[in-house]
């Protein structure tokens, strides 16, 4: 078939009519234009362990509960970590990335997936504002958005800011402390290494009425190297194995025929007041 | 003038193209458009597993004579105060099929190598459907979720992927169908199929062919679950913690309760106490 063009502005109203069909069939046929991210996929793990680095700037007040909490943890206790109840680590300890992160970026979203006691996130990158009623939630609510930090037309960082957090918290199982308040403001940097593209910096800064300064520190990922192949993702389920039992105030173990256990000498037994008492024998 | 204009513009958007295709790995276009939050449709109440029927013997599961009687021993159990067979009174996971109910919303997440199904109850749990055409591993881990193998077809011949078919092994147990404790069989060899596919007439609406094959079944169970989009523009997804404040304490075999402030009870009329032995005596 041949086309015949009778005048130039046919033919170039045609020619623009066909670039312009072009870009939209392009457009709407890739809603996600993944090059546009960075390659983060894979199986990502923590490095240099899941303790954060000390002294941590604490107020005077907080450095008290802290040390009390150590003093609790020394005796047999377990201070005032919360994860022995399966409770989340929650923001930002979660990002010391306990178990395997698979990392999945959508235009919308960036889903931070972990296997471990809740540990998973959503990271809204779709431009919403915090919301003005926020249920509070130990990951909280986090917001980032994307950065092309050194112009190359791909986005190379994204930059996080967390609100609207739960407690309670602590930054390790060392149970450094967070304000009971919960008004903590957790901002993050997560770029891949420019020279190591196997390895993820999270640089964090906690800002927290239990500190006297913003707390900046950074997390460091490693890509497994066998996140080429099919991978196995463990099912981490908490409550499965937990030999931890929280009776009132009170933290007991089971032992391994499960019997309840104290966890600190001298520890009393829970209370049983509701159960029927066994009868008294009469003595002959 | 005219010809070479648009060859020009020809040369153009065919470069324009090229650049587009080899720039997106992905095209999404080819799946259906799942997006957004997905609440299950069910009566109101306690879920059931077929949610078309009423829950316990009103579904009508074709349970063998054997896992009548498990399920009857599950009832006169939880008549009694126990938590019978559902897992969920003690924070495990419902597993696969049941965690297929959404007792919370769910979250589809497409890539072209892996579907994930988010859905944040009692166990944080993301489905990993797989689809980039692997076969089943040959030692694998059980897990609540199972291990799941699945392929987008096009039913309808349009050149779009409108049906997720997916294949769900190597489930774990204990696992029951719905709250009242309705079994699958201990051997744990369930095999989980899934249709998953748009309504045709309501975009909103989600379908899930469901079908086990399980040996505590005389045959396959075959139950069509349903979801709709959630309206708004931002939904909410909650945290779900089954831990925060479960009521629920297990001690050996045993089940208790806690009461509001604080103290163990026994959640069975007689039941006997835990074994304090290893603690010291009490003045």
Redesign the interface.
């Known amino acids: 078939m041949t086309?015949r063009?009778r005048?130039?502005a046919?033919?170039?109203g045609?020619?623009?009519a066909?670039?312009a069909a072009?870009?939209v069939a392009?457009t709407?046929?890739?809603?996600?234009?993944?090059?546009k991210y960075p390659d983060w996929s894979g199986v990502w793990r923590g490095t240099g362990g899941n303790k954060w680095p000390t002294p941590a700037p604490l107020t005077a007040e907080y450095q008290k509960i802290f040390e009390a909490n150590l003093r609790d943890q020394e005796a047999g206790g377990h201070g005032d970590t919360p994860t022995v109840?399966?409770?989340?680590p929650g923001m930002p300890r979660q990002m010391n990335v306990y178990e395997p992160l698979q990392i999945?970026i959508?235009p919308?979203m960036v889903?931070m997936?972990m296997?471990h006691v809740?540990?998973?996130r959503?990271i809204?990158t779709d431009g919403?504002p915090f919301?003005k009623d926020m249920?509070p939630?130990?990951?909280g609510y986090s917001i980032g958005k994307w950065e092309d930090t050194d112009g190359d037309g791909r986005f190379d960082t994204l930059v996080v800011e967390t609100r609207g957090l739960?407690g309670p918290r602590t930054y390790d199982s060392t149970g450094i402390p967070m304000h009971k308040n919960n008004q903590t403001v957790v901002k993050e940097r997560i770029t891949l290494d420019k020279t190591k593209p196997d390895l993820m910096h999270n640089e964090i800064t906690t800002i927290d009425d239990a500190l006297t300064k913003p707390w900046t520190i950074t997390k460091t990922y490693r890509r497994d190297a066998k996140s080429k192949e099919?991978y196995?993702?463990?099912?981490a389920?908490?409550?499965?194995n937990n030999p931890h039992?929280t009776?009132?105030?009170e933290v007991y173990m089971?032992?391994a025929?499960?019997?309840?256990?104290?966890t600190r000498k001298?520890?009393?037994?829970?209370?049983?007041?509701?159960?029927?008492q066994p009868k008294q024998h009469s003595q002959r | 003038?005219?010809?070479k204009?648009?060859a020009?513009?020809?040369g153009?958007?065919a470069a324009?193209?090229l650049t587009?295709v080899s720039?997106?790995?992905?095209?999404?276009?080819l799946y259906p458009d799942l997006?957004g939050q997905w609440r299950r449709i069910s009566p109101p109440g306690q879920p059931a597993f077929d949610p078309s029927k009423p829950r316990g013997w009103a579904q009508e599961a074709p349970l063998t004579e054997e896992y009548k009687k498990v399920f009857e021993e599950n009832l006169r159990d939880l008549a009694a105060g126990g938590e019978g067979l559902w897992p969920g009174y003690?924070?495990?996971?419902p597993g696969m099929p049941p965690m297929m109910t959404a007792y919370e919303p769910m979250e589809f997440?497409i890539?072209p190598k892996v579907t994930?199904i988010?859905i944040?109850h009692i166990?944080?749990s993301?489905r990993?459907i797989?689809t980039?055409g692997?076969d089943w591993?040959k030692e694998?881990?059980p897990?609540?979720?199972g291990?799941t193998i699945g392929r987008w077809v096009d039913t309808d011949g349009d050149g779009k992927l409108d049906t997720l078919e997916a294949e769900t092994r190597h489930i774990?147990g204990r696992r029951a169908y719905d709250a009242t404790g309705l079994p699958l069989h201990s051997d744990n060899k369930t095999v989980v199929k899934e249709r998953i596919y748009l309504d045709k007439a309501n975009r909103n609406i989600l379908r899930n062919e469901v079908t086990v094959i399980d040996n505590a079944l005389t045959r396959p169970w075959i139950v069509t679950k349903s979801y709709s989009r959630a309206p708004e523009q931002?939904p909410?997804?909650?945290?779900y913690?089954?831990?925060?404040n479960n009521n629920h304490?297990a001690?050996?075999?045993e089940s208790y309760f806690?009461?509001a402030?604080?103290?163990?009870?026994?959640a069975k009329k007689?039941?006997?106490?835990?074994?304090?032995?290893?603690?010291?005596p009490?003045r």
């Not at chain 1, 196995?232 to 099912?235: G, K, L, Y």
């Not at chain 1, 389920?237 to 499965?240: G, H, K, N, S």
């Not at chain 2, 402030?261 to 026994?266: C, E, I, Q, V």
């Not at chain 2, 007689?270 to 010291?280: A, K, Y």
């Open positions: 086309l063009l005048r130039p046919q033919a170039i045609l020619s623009l066909l670039l072009t870009l392009t709407t046929a890739r809603a996600h234009d993944e090059a109840n399966c409770l989340p999945v959508t919308e889903h997936l296997e809740h540990d998973s959503r809204y919403r919301p249920e939630m130990f990951a739960k099919p196995w993702w463990r099912e389920v908490c409550a499965e039992i009776i009132g105030d089971l032992s025929d499960g019997q309840l256990m104290p001298d520890q009393p037994p829970p209370k049983l007041d509701y159960f029927q | 003038m005219g010809k204009m648009l020009a513009a020809m153009l958007a324009l193209g587009t720039a997106s790995a992905f095209d999404d276009a997006k003690s924070c495990r996971p997440v890539l994930f988010m944040d166990h944080e993301h990993r797989h980039d692997r591993p694998i881990e897990a609540y979720a291990y774990k931002y909410f997804w909650r945290e913690l089954c831990s925060e304490v001690i050996g075999k806690l009461s402030d604080g103290f163990l009870m026994p007689g039941q006997q106490p835990p074994d304090l032995r290893h603690f010291e009490q």
